[in-house]
């Protein structure tokens, strides 16, 4: 466990962010648009640094970095943007892993944007909030970083849009008492650990975003001790979770304190909402004492060439309403020492368990409500509480 962290075999954020990206500032190459702001040119590859710069910046400049700069910054200035142009490079020089050593570090700042950057090679994490810190990050692709791609920390808040984590430990954390907002493309990909992990009674919300979490060395997402969700929002509805080809788990939901949320006002058209966990390594979702609520009918789960689809262990439980696609699995739907499990299945969005090896079984006191939910063959103990009417082939 690093940063309450939970590492296997090597889901909502609500944080609102007043994050501004205004233009203005300088030293060298002045182009004043505003009283109080000024847009300063970094130009890394003609022995400039972001570490003087940033010694002088002021609240609503504008920093635009060209080159690779081989250093690492911290910030704790507001309403500030570093602006890369999509080619400038922020390299930290390898080593660690050593925690709490960011590439690019916002500590406390407020309103901070970095757009259009590589940042790569830190002893720790690529970028790190730390100490209440609010800010964006825009089409960034953060890599080979030592410890976390990106960590969101200390009650800090985050919106991340088109960004790229691959090659780090883990890719993004977000952890004690903090919140992330994913929006656009996200991708969390070929990491040695875990795609993305939620930690520490903290959110990482889906609004709108296509999120893929795939071929990580452990699992796609981890929620230790936080909610993963995709709200309500007309702006959320359309959201994808993908953890495919993952080293263990696809997604873990991991204590009685951890959920998965999904909500919406309309399955059809843009309100689907889908969560795809395929050919991982272990199970699709695990569901270890915490809980998947899915109450509306506007989720998709699609769980296909697992160990087991979706595996309830612990006192686990869920409301799913429609929209589970369970199949080709070695165990489609297991529960065992579950708590309460409640499957139904809507004319809108049907729910299918069928062509695993094992389709749905349920052992060791676990209660179920399964109703209208289409099932190859059902196996309970003589311990189990069940009722319903589910469907057969």
């Given amino acids: 466990m690093t940063h309450a962290r939970m590492l296997v075999g090597a889901v909502v954020v609500v944080g609102w962010l007043g994050v501004l990206g205004l233009s203005g500032s300088l030293d060298r190459g002045v182009g004043v648009v505003g009283a109080d702001s000024a847009v300063k040119k970094v ?18 400049d504008t920093l635009q970095v060209t080159g690779t700069c081989h250093e690492r910054v911290i910030i704790t200035t507001d309403r500030l943007t570093l602006d890369g ?4 490079v922020l390299d930290g020089g390898g080593g ?15 309103g901070v944007t970095l757009t259009g950057f590589t940042i790569q090679n830190g002893p720790g994490e690529g970028i790190l909030g730390l100490h209440g810190a609010a800010f964006a990050v825009q089409q960034t692709t953060v890599q080979q970083n030592a410890t976390i791609g990106i960590a969101v920390a200390d009650g800090s808040t985050a919106d991340l849009t088109d960004c790229t984590m691959q090659g780090n430990g883990v890719g993004i954390d977000v952890f004690t008492s903090s919140s992330a907002i994913l929006r656009g493309a996200i991708t969390s990909s070929q990491n040695t650990g875990n795609g993305a992990e939620v930690n520490g009674q903290s959110m990482l919300e889906i609004r709108g975003a296509q999120v893929q979490l795939n071929n990580n060395g452990g699992a796609g997402l981890v929620a230790g001790s936080g909610q993963v969700a995709i709200f309500g929002f007309t702006a959320a509805q359309g959201s994808t979770l993908t953890a495919n080809g993952n080293g263990n788990f696809g997604i873990i939901i991991f204590t009685p304190q951890s959920q998965l949320t999904i909500y919406g006002s309309d399955f059809f058209g843009s309100g689907a909402n889908v969560i795809t966990a395929a050919n991982n390594g272990a199970d699709g979702i695990l569901v270890s004492a915490g809980f998947i609520a899915s109450p509306l009918g506007t989720g998709k789960f699609v769980l296909e060439h697992n160990t087991t689809g979706l595996n309830f262990i612990e006192g686990a439980g869920a409301v799913i309403r429609g929209g589970l696609s369970v199949q080709n699995n070695g165990t489609g739907v297991l529960a065992d020492g579950a708590g309460t499990l409640t499957l139904v299945s809507v004319p809108s969005n049907p729910s299918v368990v069928e062509n695993n090896g094992t389709d749905v079984d349920l052992k060791f006191g676990t209660r179920a409500t399964v109703d209208g939910v289409t099932i190859g063959t059902i196996t309970c103990d003589g311990t189990v509480l069940s009722r319903g009417t589910p469907m057969y082939p």
């Fill in 85 to 88: 142009g999509g080619s400038a």
């Fill in 96 to 110: 660690g892993p050593t925690a709490f050593e960011g590439v690019v570090t916002i500590d406390g700042a407020h």
């Fill in 43 to 60: 130009k890394c590859d003609n022995g400039q640094t972001l570490t003087e710069a940033l010694k002088k910046a002021k609240p609503g």
